[in-house]
C-alpha cells in the first residue's frame, strides 16, 4: 500500500476530468501552431543553412560565427544598447515623476482627470504618432528645425542625418510618458498606508526625505516591473527604426531585431535571421534573470 | 496646510504642462489636418486662417475600406479571444487534474518569448498553408498571443468566485457548460471587458505581422494600410493628416468609452505582478 488516501489510477483521473480538458482544447490547439511550433523552428533553424526557397541545411553553429564576426550585427547592438539606456533610465524616470506629482494632488476627481488623460494619449495608434514625428522632423516642412533655431541652433536633416538619426529615432516619444507604466508605479503609490505617510507627516519627515525613504523602498517592485518592461520592449521593438529610417542612413539607426527582420525578408536568409532571434532571446531572458536577482538581493 | 495646497497647486501646473505635451504631436496632427498646402508652408505651428474641411472628404474615401478591415478583425479577436481563454481559464481555475499545473506554466511562460523571435518561423509556417492575403493570417495568432494575457488575469478572478455558488448549481444538476454560461461569465463582466478593450487595442496597433502577411490592398487593416495612403499623398500634408485622424477615431470611440475597463484593468494586472 503507498498511502492511506485511495489514489486513482491516472487514467481514471484524467477520464473524469474530461470536461475540463475539453475547455482547454481550443487554447492549447492554437498555441501549438501559433506559438509553440514556431517557437521550436526559430531555436531549430539558427543552426540551419535556410535561404530563399531552398531546402535548409544544418550547419551547426556556422551562423552563430558568423553573427559573432559580422560588423553589421555590432553596429546593431551599439544601437539598440543607447536604446536601451535611454528606455530604462528616462522612460522609468518620467512616468515615477508623473505619479509622484499625481499622488501629490489634493483632489481626488483631479487626480483621476489627469490620470485619464494621460491614459488617452493611447488611443492615438501607435504608428500614427510615429508618422507625425516623421514629419515633425521634416527638415523643410516639419517644425523643429523651427524649434531649434530658437535655441541658436542652425537646421538639421534631422532623420536623415547620419549623426543625428539614431538621437531623432530615440527622442521622437517626448514627452516619454508610457501611459502603462504611469499606472503600474500609480498603483504601487496608492498602496502606500496612508497610516505611514502620516506618521511621516508628524515626525516632520520633508518630502524629498518621505520620497527617498518611504515612497521609492515601497514601490521598488512596481519600479522593478517597469524596468524590466521596458529594457524588454527597447530590446525588441523595431517598427520605430522601421517606419521611420528603415535603418538607415547606412546602418545608423539599425537595431537587432530590424536586422533581423531585414534578413528574414529582405535578404531571405531565414537561417541568419533566425539566430539572430535566437541571440535576442538569450539576452533577453539573462537580462530578466540578472535584474531579478539584483533588485531582489536590494530589498533583503 | 497651505503648504501643501501649493504644492498641489505646483503639481496641477506641471501635470498640465505634461499632458499639452504628451498630446503635442496630436494637436499638430489636429492643426495640420484643416489646413491647406500655402499655410503649411509658412509654418506648423500657426493656427489655419481658413479651414479646409474637404481635406477630410478626400481622406474620408481612402481610410473607409481599411477601416472596415481593422474593425472586423478587432471584433473577430476580442470574441476569439474571449471564449477561447474563458473556457481554458475556468478548467484552470475551477478544476483539479493531472498536468494542470505544468499546462498553466507552460501557457504563462510565453508571456516571456519576444514576439521577434517567432515572426520568421510563422510566416514560413502560414505561407505553407497557403493563409497569406486573408483575414485568418492576422485574427489567428492574434487570438493565440492575446489569450495568453487573458488567461493570466481571467483564471486569478475565477478562481476567487466564492465555491458555495458552484455548490448550489451543481445540486441543481447543471451541466459544466451552463454553469460557466450563466454563473461565471455574468459574475465576471468587468475583468471580461478589460480582456476585450485590450485585446481590442492590440489588434488595432498591430503593425508588422499584418505587414508582412497582407500587401493585398482590400484587405489591408488600417495601420499597414496608412502606409499605403502616406506614399500616394507623397507631400500633401492636409489630407494625410486627415487620414491620420479618420485613423484614430474609431480606436478612440472604444478605448473612451471603455476607459474604465482600460484604467482598472491594467492597474489590477499591475498589483498582481
Redesign the interface.
Known sequence: MRGTEPRLP?WR??Y??K???A??L???A??A???Y???V??LK?SFYQWKGGNEAIFNGLDNFRELFSDPTFYRSLGNVFRFILFDCTVGVLMPLL?AE??F????AR?QYA????????????????I???V??YNPV???MN?VVSVLGIGPQLWLGGTSTALGSVILSG??F?NP?YL??I???LQ?IPGSLIEASVLEGCG?WRRFLSIDLPLVSG?LK?VFILSV?HA??S??KP??MTGGGPGDATLVP?LY??QS??SRND?GY??TI??V??IA??AI?FATNKLVRSEND | MRN??A??AV??V??SL??F??????L??LL?SVKSRLE??L???RLPTDIRWDNYGRAFRKVIPYTGNSLLIAVAVVVGVL???S??A???AR????G?EP?YYS?IA?M??????????????VAALHLLNSYWVVI??Q???G??MA?FLLRSFFAGLPEELFESFRIDGAR?GTV?RSLVLPLSKPILGTVAVLNF?TS??D??WPM?TINKESLKP??TG??SF?NDYS?D?GPM?AA?VL??LP??LV??FS?RY??DG??SG??K?
Open positions: 491516472l483521473s484524467v473524469r476530468a470536461h475540463a480538458y475547455f482547454l481550443p487554447l492549447i492554437l498555441l501552431i501559433f506559438s511550433y514556431p517557437i523552428m526559430a533553424m508623473v506629482l499625481l501629490h494632488l489634493r483632489s483631479l489627469f490620470r485619464t488623460m494621460f491614459v488617452a494619449t493611447i488611443t492615438v495608434p501607435s504608428v500614427v504618432v508618422l507625425i514625428w514629419f515633425l516642412v516639419g517644425g523651427a517626448f514627452p510618458i502603462i499606472l503600474i500609480f498603483a504601487g498602496a518630502r512596481q516591473l524588454l530590446m525588441q523595431f517598427y522601421l517606419i531585431g533581423m527582420f528574414g525578408f531565414f535571421a533566425s532571434g535566437f535576442m532571446l533577453m531572458l530578466t | 501643501q495646497r504644492v498641489s503639481a496641477a506641471l501635470l505634461f499632458v505635451f504628451s498630446f503635442f504631436p496630436v499638430i496632427m495640420t503649411i508652408s509654418g506648423i505651428f471564449i477561447v481563454s473556457l481554458a475556468y478548467s484552470l478544476y483539479r487534474f493531472p494542470r499546462i501557457i510565453l516571456m518569448v519576444p514576439t521577434v523571435l517567432v515572426l520568421i518561423p510563422m510566416f514560413k509556417m489567428l495568432p487570438v493565440a498571443g489569450c495568453v488567461v459544466e460557466l487595442n488595432w496597433n503593425y508588422i508582412v488600417i495601420v496608412i502606409m502616406t507631400s500634408y493628416m491620420y485613423a484614430s480606436l478612440m478605448i473612451g476607459m482600460f484604467v491594467l492597474t499591475a498589483v505582478a
